[in-house]
């Protein structure tokens, strides 16, 4: 068919495709690992002992000696300098505390999400508290919330309405949050952003503090019932009709041993 274009699976396709790959990933993938012991191919380094000290510019082999001797590794530090400066370091430990201190700072670092409720601008009472309380629980947990009020039909001619409606929920909620973004007219809708008094590490740590405090309130609740169940038990015992003698017998042989 004249026109099109058609791909053909030539030699000449596959050393276009081979050197576009060669071009963009030139050198091959780049890595981050630092070079350590006998991967370090430089003819002398400034060495860095143990605890800080300088040792000064020495030989690549005279490093790999002390680093031997002190059974620890030697690992290179600033690969640009001129020379290179190089540490005698446990570089399996140096490794796992990079590792912790990374993965402290990820769970203490925190995320803003912004929820999202919608209300029409003629909603009842019922219906409003139950998204009023939805906007207390995530301003509560730190969030920022978006107020969207959609407008259907004539309801776009009185937005008034729509913004009474956020003005008002602005007020109930003006104990955990403020208005961060005021009320525009964006199309059929109007919005409007709250943001929350207490940051997000804030209001986690809260939730936490309650969750302990709940789960703490929850075991001496069970303590309370099971030393209340074991008192009750022990009073009934005590005042239980004590067992009756056993008597022996008539019918034995009189003679015959108790």
């Not at 007219?185 to 207490?198: E, I, W």
């Amino acid at each position: 068919m004249r026109g099109r274009w058609r791909p053909f699976h030539t030699g000449a396709t596959f050393f276009v495709s081979q050197s576009v790959a060669l071009h963009t990933t030139p050198g091959g993938s780049i890595t981050t690992e630092l070079r350590v012991n006998d991967r370090i191919r430089v003819p002398e380094v400034r060495l860095v002992g143990p605890g800080g000290e300088q040792v000064g510019i020495v030989r690549i082999e005279d490093a790999l000696r002390l680093a031997a001797e002190a059974d620890l590794d030697l690992v290179e530090v600033a690969p640009t300098a001129r020379p290179p400066v190089c540490r005698l370091m446990d570089y399996g430990k140096f490794k796992y505390e990079t590792a912790q201190k990374a993965r402290e700072s990820r769970r203490n670092q925190t995320n803003t999400i912004i929820k999202e409720m919608k209300l029409r601008p003629k909603i009842d009472q019922h219906d409003y508290d139950t998204k009023k309380g939805h906007v207390v629980r995530f301003l509560k947990a730190g969030d920022k919330v978006k107020i969207t009020i959609m407008f259907r039909g004539r309801e776009q001619h009185r937005p008034e309405l729509g913004y009474r409606l956020l003005q008002r929920l602005a007020a109930d909620v003006e104990d955990l949050g403020f208005i961060e973004s005021n009320a525009r007219q964006d199309g059929r809708n109007m919005t409007m952003v709250l943001g929350p008094h207490k940051k997000k590490s804030e209001a986690q740590a809260e939730v936490k503090a309650e969750k302990v405090k709940s789960m703490d309130a929850k075991a001496a609740e069970k303590e309370a019932e099971e030393a209340e169940v074991k008192a009750y038990r022990e009073a009934a015992q005590a005042v239980a009709t004590p067992k009756k003698p056993r008597r022996r017998s008539e019918n034995l042989d009189p003679d015959m041993e108790a």
